[in-house]
């Protein structure tokens, strides 16, 4: 009798102590943020910029090629990554709150680029200063989440590559 308490009590001990010995749960959505689930979407992004930068700034030839690649490499490709990026739901709040801040930038983003293409569309050059301010929005944004991200990860022990 007295062994089956004796096992029931280090049972219980055991029990309580192996609670205390597993990861941060923060820590743990947020390993799982940085190595799961945004890597099979960064080549996504990746791609539509440098697809971007390869037609605009002194890479830029006329309004043609840039609404063309717009229209059928650059947009869809970044479509592509928004929509990843919005069905990913990050466990804890802390993580929740910066994934919110890399869809809000990436949206803000993607909605430049659509409205680059009306401006073509359209003919009109006033969208364009609409359209610059949103892109430094959207890199503001992506800043911030940049930022928000090392201090998470500092606060939680997790060490970030580069």
């Known amino acids: 009798m007295r062994t089956k308490i004796i096992v ?3 049972t219980m001990l055991l029990s309580v102590v192996c ?11 947020l390993l799982n943020y940085i190595n799961t689930e945004l890597p099979t979407l960064a080549d996504l992004e990746t791609e539509a910029m440098q697809k971007y930068e390869s037609v605009t700034g002194d890479n830029y030839t006329d309004d043609f090629v840039l609404y063309e690649t717009l229209s059928n490499e650059i947009i869809p490709t970044y479509r592509k990554f928004v929509e990843g990026l919005e069905e990913i739901k990050p466990k804890t709040k802390e993580v929740q709150e910066l ?24 003919l009109d050059t006033n969208i ?23 201090e998470l990860a500092e606060e939680h022990n997790v060490t970030l590559e580069q």
């Open 99 to 122: 994934h919110g801040l890399y869809v809000e930038a990436a949206n803000m983003q993607y909605n430049a680029l659509v409205q680059i293409m009306a401006a073509i569309e359209q």
């Open 8 to 10: 029931a009590i280090m």
């Open 128 to 150: 364009i200063a609409n359209v610059n301010e949103k892109m430094s929005e959207g890199r503001k944004k992506l800043r911030e989440f940049e930022t928000k991200l090392l």
């Open 19 to 29: 609670f205390g010995c597993g990861q941060d749960p923060v820590q743990e959505d």
